[in-house]
């Protein structure tokens, strides 16, 4: 897959928008009269049956996204944008955005603020640590003790906790920059970076490694050892270069399947390799491939990177990538050569998750490429599939499931149709993200070797249509309705 924009979430075409969330200057009666219409949707079960109040947020790409309000729970909520349920996370949210959002929606769930309990206070202040809004947490936390001494404690501990957190990751960093200054100047004569214009790769990756033309027929057990190695050593020799080019902080980190080149503390590269390898066990377990077996190329290249400035460098350095609406992209190119480019914004427990939800889901489509063929796979079932692997890798610090339930939920009960523009779609909008994540988790749910067959078949040259009703015996239109069935 050529990359995947991060366009509203992961990848979405967003309208822009202003409400009374966004406006900086909301008048009492907006507020209140907002939370009246938007009370009438959670009390006939979170589907309108009047036209609610609009919210709209800003992504932490910046773009914005608006809607009415449909549903909130679980870490996610969901807005009616043209016409569509749109499942988004608060971790996708721009910080002040995802407390404006929260904040509003409590309103609804509780009431006005003043008579929010010491237990809502509690938990909107870790909603605003998770943010690095320390200021906010503060405030909501002396608020909680003020209602509940008995809070004390807990606000204490938590506090403890993220401040512990947060000195030992700035210990860290300084302690990087020192030492990548020096390397940096040892490397370059002198100089803090590389000022050259440096070596253009031009093409990915593969084209400094003498790639094959044609894609292989048989992994994962085509390559020998000796053609494995010789990928490597290229690949090695391209991240050279790059470092060379964009910053010799850049760090390569080697797992079992991986090259990870990080400018990430070393204190989480631990975390980096952990992620990456767990994704692998996890889809080659539900694919049953055999312990030792590989199925990239030597090792898949991966690029971590802590800036958006950076990952805009990195990107492109490699793949001449335009980032500006995206947090990662995938390179899967017709020969079977694959990587993967990522990168973190901002230092807080919630750009970390999304990282390593972006991270996970970006491996998952590199190795599906490079699963048994690199024939492409329908586009549902790719960015579905990535989205429950993400899932089952980071389990409570992913909010995929959650996003995935309130979608389908949404979409059952309104008169909507996924129709050929999702089962055939040449390029999938991010609102149908949690949509396919669901489509996905029904199909393996309903019988998970059967599953693995349907990926099979289609890795094989097989219609997609013709190995949906040859492993469930259903077309797409009996697939929607029972999916759309047991989300009623």
Known sequence: MRGLQFRGYPKS?????????AHPNPTTEDVIMSAVKLFAIFACGGIPTVAPTEIGVVMITGDTVRGPLL????????????????????????PESAYRARTAILEVQRGPADGWSAADRFELGR????????????????????RDVAYRDRVDATMAEYRAGRSARAAENDAEDKDENVDARRANGGASRDTGEGTDTGGGMDGAVGAESKPRAAWPDAASSATAEAVIAGYKEVGERLRARVGTDIRLLETARFLIWTDWAKSEHADLERWCEQMYAVVAERFGLRADASVFAGKCPVFCLRSKKRFGEVAGALDRYDVSNALGYTISEPNGHVHVVVCRLGGSEAGRDVFA????????????????????????????????????????????????????????????????GFWKADSLDARYYPIAHS??????????????????????????????????????????????????
């Not at 075409?13 to 969330?21: C, G, L, P, T």
């Not at 009616?80 to 996708?92: K, N, R």
Request: hydrophobic share 45%; aromatic share 10%; charged share 25%.
């Open 127 to 146: 909603f605003c640590l998770r943010r690095n809004q320390e200021g906010l947490a503060r405030r909501h936390f002396a608020t909680a003790m003020g």
């Open 357 to 420: 939800s972006t991270l996970v889901h970006e491996l998952s489509h590199a190795f599906l490429h490079r699963y048994r063929s690199a024939r492409r796979v329908p586009l549902w079932l790719n960015e579905g599939l990535a989205n429950v692997v993400a899932e089952d890798v980071l389990g409570d610090r992913c909010f995929n499931a959650e996003a995935a339930e309130a979608g389908a939920r949404a979409f059952a009960g309104r008169d909507l149709a996924l129709g050929e």
């Open 13 to 21: 075409e967003a309208s822009r928008a202003s409400s009374f969330i």
């Open 71 to 94: 549903d909130a729970r679980d870490g996610v909520f969901v807005l009616e944008v043209d016409g569509f349920p749109t499942a988004i996370s608060y971790d996708q949210l721009e």
């Open 439 to 488: 489509v996905v988790a029904y199909l393996i749910g309903r019988d998970g070797d059967a599953f693995r067959g349907l990926v099979d078949d289609v890795k094989k040259g097989v219609a997609p249509a013709d190995a949906l009703n040859a492993r469930f015996g259903m077309s797409y239109d009996g697939l929607e309705s029972a999916w759309r069935g047991a989300h009623r």
